[in-house]
């Protein structure tokens, strides 16, 4: 029987040899574009982001609009668009649509000429990545970590998160640096509007790492349920001081003591041993993509491929790895399990001829796949 190649709205793409699957929601968010837009995709320039320059200028003014003023064939129109679009957001493969389209749904009932455009620009910009999507590929020792993060506004913030299952580690504690290598994309996400208008951004952050905690005690459990061990914590990523020290101790103060209890769950969480909040720079946090609009194009595009499984990030270190009495030097992260495999193969082959030929030879990819090739 032929591997699958759609389901639910899903486009499943494996390569030969197994190593490798991608998730792509390609045909759905084509025919989408195609109805959707108002001028053909060919026509639109190349973009680099679904957010458009003055997205946050256009819904400030939406919300100002007086609902029972919209013209009714525009306000038809522009939910008929945007539940399209939602579906793409949520199919757990585009985790880079989730924040325009979400502050584009803020304003279902009062769209603007200006927040339909906004739309129509993050609608154009899936419909020329269609081809993306999450890509899974063998990790080793993969684990369960969370990100979360929040835009402090003047009103109702934006509460994001991303869990990844793959090869996450530290290579600076105390400066919050964190590697993201191989295959590893998001398996979970959320861009949503916060309930409540947090007064600082430190009460945003916590109401934001809150959120992620109890996704990640869902995924947890599942994990378990598969048979996965999940005896250690799991940690959640928060590039806010003050977030992580209200989510490990209960002293108050007066810019905290108000914060209602749901959004300080967190705490016992971390007291049972579930959780483990760390802090992170912001330029490791994926989850940044999914709370703010305004992202330097560079760091853009690296959380994006980070998030769906495309790249890596931060600086992998170099490892040494003994096989067989063989020292294999230079073995970077997202080596992929054949990979390895044909670099044990070759460490084993050049055994005779000494520690030197390995050392020399060993960190190289091509020659191991050279080896493998050979054998």
């Avoid at 790492?209 to 996965?228: F, H, N």
């Avoid at 399990?337 to 960190?363: D, F, I, V, W």
């Amino acid at each position: 029987m032929d591997d699958p190649k759609q389901f639910l709205g899903l486009n499943t793409d494996a390569k030969s040899n197994g190593a490798e699957l991608k998730v792509s929601m390609r045909a759905y968010v084509d025919k989408m574009a195609a109805d959707c837009l108002s001028k053909a995709l060919s026509s639109w320039p190349k973009l680099k982001s679904p957010c458009k320059a003055n997205l946050a200028e256009a819904y400030k003014e939406a919300k100002q609009v007086d609902a029972s003023t919209v013209d009714p064939k525009l306000l038809s129109s522009y939910r008929r668009i945007l539940g399209k679009a939602m579906f793409a957001a949520s199919g757990g493969v585009r985790p880079d649509l989730a924040y325009p389209i979400n502050v584009c749904a803020r304003v279902a009932t009062r769209p603007t000429p200006a927040m339909e455009q906004c739309l129509q620009h993050a609608i154009a910009f899936a419909g020329q990545t269609s081809e993306d999507g999450a890509t899974f590929g063998p990790c080793v020792n993969p684990k369960l970590v969370g990100f979360s993060d929040s835009d402090w506004d003047v009103e109702h913030s934006t509460s994001a998160h991303a869990i990844m299952y793959g090869n996450v580690t530290e290579s600076d504690t105390t400066k919050g640096k964190v590697v993201i290598a191989g295959k590893c994309p998001c398996v979970g996400y959320s861009s949503r509007r916060q309930h409540c208008i947090a007064m600082s951004s430190t009460e945003a952050e916590i109401i934001a790492a809150s959120q992620a905690a109890l996704e990640l005690v869902y995924m947890r459990t599942l994990l378990k349920e598969l048979g996965v061990d999940v005896s250690a914590p799991t940690v959640l990523y928060v590039d806010n001081s003050g977030a992580v020290e209200l989510s490990k101790h209960r002293k108050s103060c007066n810019r905290s003591r108000h914060v209602q209890r749901r959004y300080l769950k967190i705490r016992e969480l971390v007291a049972m041993g579930e959780i483990e909040v760390r802090w992170v720079e912001t330029k490791s946090n994926v989850s940044d993509l999914m709370s703010k609009g305004t992202i330097d194009y560079a760091q853009y595009d690296q959380l994006r491929s980070a998030l769906m499984g495309g790249a890596k990030i931060g600086d992998a270190p170099v490892k040494e790895v003994k096989i067989s009495g063989v020292e294999v030097v230079a073995i970077v992260p997202e080596l992929t399990s054949l990979e390895r495999a044909a670099m044990s193969k070759y460490a084993r082959c050049t055994a005779a001829s000494g520690k030197a030929a390995a050392r020399a030879h060993g960190g190289s990819r091509a020659a191991a796949a050279a080896a493998m090739a050979e054998a």
